[in-house]
């Protein structure tokens, strides 16, 4: 399948193009996403594939109140400024996946409100969120608008969905759903939101072809943080077991989450989390802006994700250290598709050093990573490595 080569760049359109921080604030007809349309040639130049955007449907203010699902939010343009950008990513061979936010939904939310969930206290709101109302998915009239929206939007040429808070709904609503969307779009990809859980029973029951990785995510920046190999070691054996039933969507970095630059505590160990990605199974993205070493801190307060959400400069500036490592590890990657499925040992452990090596259809790659301060000799029964990760200098 397709996805076997995806490599996505993920955007937040709403930060990206600096739109207004809530739609009631719209005091014009803005086209904002030729802003995005700008920065197409910089993701193929980076080497990505695809391109995984944020919430782009109309919403009261951060796109993930959303209210209508079929209406491209104003503040980023209209319909036609929308299939646009599908046809600009599809010119240069991207593939487009877009944010469903089908969980949830604002207040003012245009479908009928008897599709809210209540409880005996009344209606249920999204992890204590009293503006983001859960939608009932018991009922066959939510599972028929789901099903309407997606067919929708790759009738007009998407390629794939993220299914936000996936692990809030019930697997079989999902499993039903994607029963009547696959009958249409076959080629069509969908991976689930999961932060904690049983992946693989929940990418089995619901039929997901993929699910967002945070156990490695977590692992990456932890170990590196602690001079701590055994935690990363540990995160790989399940990942591993994880291919058994799905290819994880892999990343270092999203929306949700402070930037990988900020999250490290020790800037030249960004080349080793990046490493890591892009030479172990999986689906990896690279969210916009940490391919420069942007920082970005999240906070848990009103407007926390800002710091994450940046405004994108009209076009790309000149490429830095940072963006060249990237460019230099998913070089890497392409060159070496199978391991979209590699299994991955651990040669040689330490705290702070750690010999990988990923291998499938009987190729191979060892990934050599020392967080030590020191030069470190590994045994020579490793073999000669593919890929050996520096410490590199954080520019920005």
């Known amino acids: 399948m397709w996805t076997d080569h995806a490599i996505w760049w993920h955007v937040y359109p709403l930060g990206f193009t600096g739109a207004e921080r809530a739609l009631a604030d719209l005091s014009s007809e803005p086209h904002r996403f030729g802003h995005l349309e700008n920065w197409l040639d910089h993701a193929i130049e980076l080497g990505c594939s695809g391109l995984l955007l944020g919430p782009v449907f109309a919403s009261e203010t951060h796109g993930y109140d959303t209210i209508d699902h079929f209406r491209i939010d104003p503040r980023l343009g209209t319909d036609e400024d929308f299939d646009q950008l599908v046809a600009a990513a599809h010119a240069r061979g991207l593939r487009v996946a877009l944010d469903g936010v089908f969980n949830h939904v604002a207040r003012s939310f245009a479908g009928p409100h008897e599709w809210f969930r209540r409880t005996g206290e009344g209606l249920a709101y999204f992890e204590g969120h009293d503006h983001l109302i859960a939608l009932d998915h018991e009922l066959p009239a939510v599972r028929r608008y789901v099903v309407d929206v997606m067919t929708h939007w790759l009738g007009r040429g998407v390629d794939a969905w993220r299914l936000d808070a996936a692990y809030a709904v019930p697997a079989s609503f999902w499993r039903d759903v994607l029963a009547e969307v696959r009958a249409r779009y076959p080629e069509a990809w969908f991976f689930g939101e999961l932060i904690h859980g049983d992946y693989a029973a929940y990418a089995q029951e619901s039929t997901l072809d993929s699910i967002t990785q945070y156990e490695l995510w977590k692992a990456i920046w932890s170990s590196l943080n602690d001079g701590n190999f055994y935690e990363l070691a540990s995160a790989l054996e399940r990942h591993d077991q994880f291919l058994d ?11 949700d989450v402070t930037r990988i630059a900020s999250k490290l505590t020790d800037e030249r160990h960004l080349g080793h989390a990046v490493a890591i990605l892009f030479t172990v199974a999986g689906i990896p993205s690279v969210y916009a802006g940490d391919e420069f070493g942007w ?3 999240k906070e848990d307060r009103a407007g926390g994700d800002d710091a994450i959400r940046q405004l994108f400069p009209d076009k790309p500036g000149d490429a830095n250290a940072t963006y060249r490592l990237h460019q230099e590890l998913i070089g890497v990657r392409r060159r070496n598709p199978w391991l979209v499925r590699a299994r991955t040992t651990v040669e040689h452990l330490t705290n702070e050093a750690v010999a990988l090596r990923s291998a499938a259809d009987g190729q191979s790659l060892v990934l050599l990573l020392n967080v030590g301060d020191e030069p470190y000799h590994f045994p ?9 990760a520096h410490s590199w200098k954080l520019t920005t």
């Open 380 to 388: 020579g029964e490793v073999a000669e490595p593919v890929v050996e």
């Open 245 to 255: 039933a799905f290819v994880p969507q892999t990343f270092v970095g999203n929306h």
């Open 295 to 297: 920082p970005g801190v």
